[in-house]
Nanobody, 119 residues
Framework: QVQLTQSGGGLVQAGDSLRLSCAVSGRTFSGTLLDWFRQAPEKEREFVAQITWDDDTTYYKNSVKGRFTISKDAAKNTVFLHMTSLKPEDTAVYYC????????????WGQGTQVTVSS
């Protein structure tokens, strides 16, 4: 059974940086996509960033391009979301999710971590 365990997050000021972590266990990683989503209060969950495990191809939501970086440490089976130049509108609960390449049903989600950016 796949399990995702998140860490990081917290309360920061605008312009600060944070790094979120998502540790993956219970599956093989070839052919896997790992996504970060976020959900702000009273808003729908939205895509933030994606990394392909096999070749490190990345994609980003337009509003975070140049500020957020998704990466992985294969030895630790962990995916990171490094967030810089944070803005109040980045405030949300952030979730990581894992799914097989080419499929749109997620095998598992992390428990979520709160990121709050004060102005």
């Amino acid at each position: 059974q796949v399990q995702l365990t998140q860490s990081g997050g917290g309360l920061v000021q605008a312009g600060d940086s944070l790094r979120l972590s998502c540790a993956v266990s219970g599956r093989t990683f070839s052919g896997t996509l790992l996504d970060w989503f976020r959900q702000a209060p009273e808003k729908e969950r939205e895509f933030v960033a994606q990394i392909t495990w096999d070749d490190d191809t990345t994609y980003y939501k337009n509003s975070v391009k140049g500020r957020f970086t998704i990466s992985k440490d294969a030895a630790k089976n962990t995916v990171f979301l490094h967030m810089t130049s944070l803005k109040p509108e980045d405030t949300a609960v952030y979730y990581c999710g894992v799914r097989p390449f080419g499929e749109y049903v997620y095998d598992a989600w992390g428990q979520g971590t709160q990121v709050t950016v004060s102005s």
